[in-house]
């Protein structure tokens, strides 16, 4: 089949997708969004499509788009999407069904971060060198092993610790591109090889954003984009468009030129005399006793807090600057005396690291950027400090939709209260076209939505012991099947305390990894599940396994939280009411995708919860509720237990229509 298809002969009851996808439902939503985005892509219009749960949106978009890249010689356009899960059914399932039937010529690849590919010319390095650990043996054999047969040498085919990936995978600086032994066998430049013959990039935000930071160099040059998944874009742009130091970051850097142990680069260097070594030796320890006394007066500024804004230049000494700097040009000396192109690489790469390290380290504590919000974290073991812009909106229009035309941008929660203001605004996307496009489900009689009230509110005396005490209550009627979503893990841990229910297991976050917790409750049907906000938006549950979402709290991000402050601030010198115009609509998509867990299928039933009564006495709470699919409202936990029943054995339907 070939370029330029007519829409209408795919989307169609007697259309083509009708008789090569056995259950295809043809839904006027799917054909809707794909002429729309035909129209953005032949204007070079940018597009922003709400395409709400089952309309498809997947064939929606890659079918004009595969048609556009075909109609001219030499086009090649992205698609970026946030989980690795879509990531995988674009390139497992849609693309490959696409070439098979439609396009026979459509070429496409999977662009990873180069982190991902094992390097080869470090892995003979690491040997010849011994700069393994004892304790690493096992692991390096199947490492070993597992090079001899992959043909893609990406670590999503081996487990193997972190710690011992950072020393064999490509990291871009350090990558001797054609001057490499090994390029003719790299997995990374074969890789490349393939994503410059494709038509269609499929790749993450997080690389994409890497791509426009280097300076568009990452992936080989497109022509537009497909941002699935676009309501992540904000929080993924401000990661990557800041400046960043942390205790991690500094302890693998010292590691690379000596590690406690004795590995590292200083090990490699056979010709260096002694006294070198130990002049740079003890370089490396002074920086890393300024770097642990400098990361420990951060830890206790913190004291018990998670995050710190900081408003002050200079609010803490930089002892560390200095110490790195000297290292930084001892080993540009050292570079000076080697003879080896590849010693002259990695010393210089590492020097040059060291300078990059001190200037972040400037640019925060002297607070040199301007309208960024300085702060600091502590997240375990990890401690970090970084520069946040402020108004990624300005960034984003100048650096990514101005110089990118078209670029479309689609997901199940972009609008809110019925439009797009928010997120245009919130994207530098003001001039964009829009689409709404509802969800075919038929959520009246798919879904029952409960929001009692007689709760107290969040933030009052009591409302922790009535949430425990209704899904207690709750969890009698399901007796399972349920996820629980909460929007802080404080709350989740009181709650898994002091909850026991005879004959029901309550799995939570963090007990296990995702995929395995997830894969547990779908095997047990007389279990819960505890997320937090990882778990309200990209984790997949269709049919009976889950029948029933509860979410404990309308999801506002903390006020006090340093970038979430900082841009309500801005909006306050703006003259706008940040609670309304920030806060609200902020909240309104996350609780989309909370609510959206539950029906994934036509089949799908269920039952959603939230434990908030704001929705009913607070002015606002209307917002909330106009952005939730039209469905029935129950009145009490009775009417959930003969929903639920009903789902299960068939009887009469509880609830009554929402207008």
């Known amino acids: 089949m070939g370029k330029g298809m007519d829409m209408e002969n795919l989307f169609t009851e007697k259309g083509l997708l009708s008789k090569l996808l056995k259950d295809y439902e043809p839904r006027n939503e799917q054909l809707q969004m794909s002429l729309a985005i035909e129209d953005a892509l032949s204007n070079k219009d940018h597009l922003i499509v709400e395409a709400g749960t089952g309309v498809g949106k997947s064939l929606a978009y890659l079918i004009p788009l595969i048609n556009w890249v075909l109609s001219q010689e030499g086009k090649r356009a992205v698609v970026s999407t946030y989980t690795k899960a879509l990531q995988r059914q674009l390139i497992e399932k849609e693309l490959p069904f696409l070439k098979d039937h439609i396009h026979k010529d459509l070429r496409f690849a999977l662009c990873l971060g180069s982190e991902n590919y094992v390097c080869l010319r470090r892995l003979d390095q690491a040997k010849t060198h011994g700069l393994f650990e004892i304790d690493e043996t096992r692991e390096i054999n199947r490492l070993l092993r597992w090079v ?57 935000h997080h690389l994409f954003f890497a791509h426009v930071v280097s300076g568009w160099n990452v992936i080989p040059s497109f022509d537009s984009a497909v941002f699935d998944e676009a309501h992540e874009l904000e929080d993924v742009a401000t990661d990557y468009l ?29 010709w260096l005399d002694q006294t070198t070594l130990s002049e740079i030796s003890a370089l490396v ?53 080697s003879k080896e192109e590849e010693e002259i690489k990695e010393i210089t790469t590492l020097a040059l690291r060291c300078e990059a390290f001190v200037m972040s380290l400037r640019v925060i504590i002297e607070q040199e950027l301007e309208d960024h919000v300085y702060w600091a974290e502590k997240d375990g073991r990890r401690l970090r400090l970084v520069a946040t812009p402020i108004d990624i909106a300005s960034i984003l229009k100048t650096q990514v939709f101005d110089v990118l035309s078209p670029a479309i941008l689609t997901s199940a929660t972009l609008s809110t209260n019925g439009n797009f203001d928010y997120i245009k605004e919130r994207l530098g996307l003001n001039d964009a076209e829009t ?45 399972g ?13 009181k709650t898994y305390d002091k909850l026991e229910i005879p004959d029901l297991e309550i799995l939570r976050q963090g007990n296990m990894d ?6 547990e409750f779908r095997e047990n049907n007389h279990s819960v599940l505890f997320g937090t906000y990882t778990f309200w938006q990209g984790i997949d549950i269709p049919g009976d396994d889950l029948q029933c979402v509860i979410i404990t709290k309308l999801p506002f991000a903390v006020p006090d ?64 509720l106009k952005s939730l699919p039209q469905c029935k409202i129950a009145t009490s936990l009775h009417d959930i237990e003969e929903f639920i029943t009903y789902i299960n054995e068939g009887y009469v339907v509880a609830g009554k229509g929402r207008g």
């Open 148 to 204: 001899k047969r992959t043909s893609e040498g990406i670590r999503a085919e081996i487990d193997i610790p972190q710690q011992l990936w950072q020393k064999v995978c490509r990291e871009s600086d350090l990558c001797y591109g054609k001057d490499c032994k090994r390029f003719d066998d790299c997995f990374y430049q074969k890789a490349k090889f393939i994503e410059r013959k494709s038509h269609i990039l499929v790749t993450n």
């Open 242 to 270: 800041g400046v960043e130091i942390s205790n991690f970051k500094l302890k693998h850097l010292l590691d690379s030129i000596l590690s406690p142990t004795g590995k590292g680069l200083l090990i490699k260097l056979k």
């Open 285 to 337: 320890n002074i920086v890393r006793m300024h770097g642990d006394a400098f990361f420990h007066e951060l830890s206790e500024r913190l004291k018990d807090s998670t995050t710190l804004r900081i408003h002050e230049r200079g609010f803490i000494k930089d002892d560390l600057s200095d110490p790195l700097t000297k290292l930084a040009d001892a080993l540009g000396m050292l570079q000076e005396s």
């Open 435 to 479: 689409l709404l496009l509802y969800s075919p489900f038929d959520y009246n009689k798919q879904a029952l939505l409960y929001i009692p009230n007689n709760i107290k509110e969040p933030g009052t005396e009591g409302f922790e012991e009535d949430v425990i005490s209704f899904l207690k209550r709750i969890f009698e009627i399901t007796k």
């Open 481 to 493: 099947r349920t996820l629980v979503l909460f929007t802080s893990y404080s709350l989740l841990t």
């Open 514 to 519: 995702s995929f395995r917790l997830i894969q």
């Open 561 to 624: 939280e340093p970038v979430i402050e900082a841009r309500i601030e801005a909006l306050v010198r703006e003259g706008k009411n940040p609670f309304y115009h920030y806060q609200i609509p902020q909240a309104a998509i996350l609780l989309k995708q909370g609510f959206g867990r539950l029906i994934r299928t036509k089949t799908d039933r269920g039952v959603v919860v939230i434990l908030d009564s704001r929705i009913w006495t607070k002015r606002y709470g209307i917002q909330f």
